[in-house]
């Protein structure tokens, strides 16, 4: 009977526990990157009233007989199933979709989590909503970045300005009139950028001096002054140029000061390409390939875990990436508050490097991961835990009855 009282009272204990996990899940149905937790019993260890015996040639042999001790939780399970992604279209909200951490730093120690509501602070700095600091790698000044080098805490630098791209190329395109006469003459120019960020304007003159070719010359600056082109006569067949063989109509450097070599090239057999057919006339500057000097307006992450940055020039450039980690064991990593983990010594050491590499999943940009719990699931683990305990309740009132009727023996 005493037996039975105190095994009812460690199923209380253990329901109870089940009962504060479960409750638990529920309160954190809507906290972002949030795993659920489940309890997991096993029997206390069982009292032998008879041990086992070997059969021999008179008897047979005998089970142990064995009396249980009641239950304990043995530990809980962490489920780190992926959550439903919530699309927030928020530049600096991303989301895990597979394995894997964010890395952040708090107070010096290195924690993870999967919760991507990142904002920026006072000095630049990318931070979670608890002020914990991104880990991450840095880009270089060409935006170059080493996924191989020491992470370190992502800062990215508002109101940056970038340096002015000199121009180095310019692709002409579009179409020459066949049935114009010798000596009709076209023009079109384009700004260039030099060394400075200044825009230099060339403009070119094509002129009709035979049939099917062209010669181009060039001017720049106000008052126009001549540039010479290193191939400037054109030679179209059937429409298509011939000549020059290379399709370039350079700009030798030193023409244009603090301007270099100029590729000048009218383009191949692919689209947008210079032609000569019928009467039309659409020749253009297709692109050029400098820009003067830009600020930082904007902000976007790939699925790399690239930040990328948009400057008001037009141009982009990487500033930093994400870093993520996996673990051979995440069910052994220790929860601590904010959504976060720690390492501990069963769940192997922290596997960093980029998105969807070496098991890691990739990012979703514009969205949040939302808890992975089930409120289904839940309901139906808070039924089974109350029932549970109520059941071990009825054993120990009725192992007290029954100590009861020992004590009226007496009467």
Same mark, same amino acid.
């Given at each position: 009977?005493?037996?039975?009282?105190?095994?009812?009272?460690?199923?209380?204990?253990?329901?109870?526990?089940?009962?504060?996990?479960?409750?638990?899940?529920?309160?954190?149905?809507?906290?972002?990157?949030?795993?659920?937790?489940?309890?997991?019993?096993?029997?206390? #260890?069982?009292?032998?009233?008879?041990?086992?015996?070997?059969?021999?040639?008179?008897?047979?042999?005998?089970?142990?007989?064995?009396?249980?001790? &009641?239950?304990?939780?043995?530990?809980?399970?962490?489920?780190?199933?992926?959550?439903?992604?919530?699309?927030?279209?928020?530049?600096?909200?991303?989301?895990?979709?597979?394995?894997?951490?964010?890395?952040?730093?708090?107070?010096? *120690?290195?924690?993870?989590?999967?919760?991507?509501? #990142?904002?920026?602070?006072?000095?630049?700095?990318?931070?979670?909503?608890?002020?914990?600091?991104?880990?991450?790698?840095?880009?270089?000044?060409?935006?170059?970045?080493?996924?191989? &080098?020491?992470?370190?805490?992502?800062?990215?630098?508002?109101?940056?300005?970038?340096?002015?791209?000199?121009?180095?190329?310019?692709?002409?395109?579009?179409?020459?009139?066949?049935?114009?006469?010798?000596?009709?003459?076209?023009?079109?120019?384009?700004?260039?950028?030099?060394?400075?960020?200044n825009t230099v304007q060339i403009d070119l003159t094509f002129e009709k001096t035979n049939t099917d070719e062209w010669t181009a010359?060039?001017?720049?600056?106000?008052?126009a002054t001549g540039i010479t082109l290193t191939d400037n006569v054109i030679t179209f067949v059937n429409g298509e140029f011939t000549i020059p063989a290379d399709s370039n109509l350079n700009i030798a450097a030193g023409q244009?000061?603090?301007?270099?070599?100029?590729? #000048?090239?009218?383009?191949?057999?692919?689209?947008?390409?210079?032609?000569?057919?019928?009467?039309?006339?659409?020749?253009?500057?297709?692109?050029?390939?400098?820009?003067?000097?830009?600020?930082?307006?904007?902000?976007?992450?790939?699925?790399?875990?690239?930040?990328?940055?948009?400057?008001?020039?037009?141009?982009?450039?990487?500033?930093?990436?994400?870093?993520?980690?996996?673990?051979?064991?995440? *069910?052994?990593?220790?929860?601590?508050?904010?959504?976060?983990?720690?390492?501990?010594?069963?769940?192997?050491?922290?596997?960093?490097?980029?998105?969807?590499?070496?098991?890691?999943? /990739?990012?979703?940009?514009?969205?949040?991961?939302?808890?992975?719990?089930? /409120?289904? #699931?839940?309901?139906?683990?808070?039924?089974?835990?109350?029932?549970?305990?109520?059941?071990?309740?009825?054993?120990?009132?009725?192992?007290?009855?029954?100590?009861?009727?020992?004590?009226?023996?007496?009467?």
């Amino acid at each position: 009977m005493i037996r039975s009282m105190y095994a009812g009272v460690s199923g209380l204990r253990a329901h109870q526990i089940m009962m504060d996990v479960v409750g638990n899940n529920v309160a954190n149905v809507n906290t972002q990157g949030y795993k659920r937790n489940q309890a997991i019993f096993t029997d206390v #260890l069982s009292q032998i009233v008879t041990g086992a015996s070997a059969p021999t040639e008179d008897i047979g042999g005998r089970n142990p007989a064995q009396v249980g001790l &009641g239950v304990s939780m043995s530990g809980t399970a962490q489920q780190f199933g992926q959550g439903f992604l919530q699309v927030t279209n928020r530049s600096l909200d991303v989301a895990l979709q597979g394995d894997g951490f964010f890395i952040i730093d708090r107070a010096g *120690e290195q924690l993870y989590t999967r919760a991507g509501a #990142l904002f920026l602070d006072a000095d630049g700095r990318l931070v979670t909503s608890n002020g914990s600091l991104v880990q991450g790698w840095g880009a270089d000044d060409t935006g170059a970045i080493d996924p191989g &080098g020491t992470i370190g805490s992502i800062r990215l630098p508002i109101g940056d300005q970038n340096p002015p791209v000199v121009t180095t190329e310019v692709k002409l395109g579009g179409n020459l009139p066949s049935n114009a006469v010798v000596g009709t003459q076209l023009f079109t120019g384009v700004e260039i950028y030099d060394s400075n960020g200044n825009t230099v304007q060339i403009d070119l003159t094509f002129e009709k001096t035979n049939t099917d070719e062209w010669t181009a010359t060039g001017t720049y600056g106000d008052p126009a002054t001549g540039i010479t082109l290193t191939d400037n006569v054109i030679t179209f067949v059937n429409g298509e140029f011939t000549i020059p063989a290379d399709s370039n109509l350079n700009i030798a450097a030193g023409q244009i000061p603090n301007v270099g070599a100029i590729d #000048l090239t009218i383009g191949g057999t692919t689209e947008r390409r210079l032609t000569q057919f019928g009467d039309a006339n659409s020749l253009t500057v297709v692109t050029q390939n400098g820009a003067s000097a830009g600020v930082l307006q904007s902000m976007r992450v790939g699925t790399d875990g690239v930040i990328v940055g948009t400057y008001n020039n037009g141009l982009t450039q990487p500033i930093a990436q994400l870093a993520v980690a996996n673990f051979s064991n995440p *069910e052994g990593l220790e929860r601590v508050t904010g959504s976060n983990w720690r390492t501990t010594v069963n769940s192997g050491l922290a596997q960093i490097g980029e998105t969807g590499s070496g098991g890691r999943g /990739l990012i979703a940009p514009g969205t949040l991961e939302m808890s992975n719990v089930d /409120l289904a #699931l839940e309901f139906t683990e808070l039924i089974r835990s109350q029932r549970g305990f109520q059941a071990n309740s009825r054993v120990v009132t009725s192992a007290d009855e029954l100590l009861q009727e020992i004590v009226n023996l007496k009467r």
